[in-house]
């Protein structure tokens, strides 16, 4: 258990429709991470914050977004979802220091 | 830009084989070296790392030493278990406007035969 939580663990909507994706990191660490992982894409990363601010964006597409709250979770805002963006959604968290993350269990989200 | 090369996979190797799976990069600063694994279902595991050059990191009988004059970070493993069944994947991270970007490789699949 790395001590990131991540909710909800599956997910299923439409396309067109938006979600919502939840993250916790471990206790005392004030960077969060959003990666994408999907079978011909591998392993993307999407954003990082640090504090409550944005402070590194990687291949995040416009329709979605992310913000972390003064507790430190973060959310991951995925909107007119497409077939495509099926995939794993992982976080991560650390404590900022040398890059070391901890990766939470992932949610799975299908659009169908 | 800056980037990771892994071997492809799967790669399969009986009960006490030694393993190695190759991994270099391309970085424009100095960037720290991760090896992380994945096992099925689950989200992926910090394994070792290294930050500077000829940095070795070990774990878990695992080792990778940072040569920068390759840019290369190969994982080893003198004699694999069953349970190192698993996904690696090789990666960097280094500073980019202020926080740490980090780029995976592709991931190298490990089956490993009783």
């Known amino acids: 258990d790395s001590g990131v939580t991540q909710t909800p663990k599956h997910l299923i909507t439409a396309t067109g429709q938006r979600v919502t994706l939840r993250c916790s990191p471990r206790s005392g660490d004030l960077s969060v991470y959003w990666y994408q992982q999907s079978l011909d894409q591998g392993l993307q990363f999407l954003i990082q914050y640090y504090n409550g601010e944005e402070r590194a964006k990687g291949n995040i597409l416009e329709r979605f977004s992310a913000q972390q709250f003064p507790d430190l979770h973060s959310e991951l805002n995925l909107s007119s979802l497409e077939l495509g963006d099926s995939a794993l959604y992982f976080c991560a968290s650390s404590v900022y220091r040398d890059g070391e993350q901890y990766f939470g269990p992932g949610t799975r989200l299908t659009v169908t | 830009g800056d980037s990771v090369t892994q071997m492809e996979g799967p790669v399969t190797l009986s009960e006490e084989a030694f393993l190695t799976i190759n991994c270099t990069y391309t970085a424009t600063g100095y960037p720290s070296l991760f090896w992380y694994v994945q096992y099925p279902g689950e989200g992926l595991q910090l394994l070792l790392k290294a930050t500077k050059a000829d940095d070795k990191g070990s774990n878990k009988g695992f080792e990778a030493t940072y040569r920068k004059e390759t840019t290369s970070f190969h994982l080893e493993k003198g004699s694999v278990q069953v349970s190192d069944s698993a996904v690696y994947f090789c990666?960097?991270?280094?500073?980019?406007?202020?926080?740490?970007?980090?780029?995976f490789g592709a991931g190298t699949r490990l089956f490993v035969k009783a």
């Open positions: 990666a960097l991270s280094e500073t980019d406007t202020g926080g740490f970007k980090t780029i």
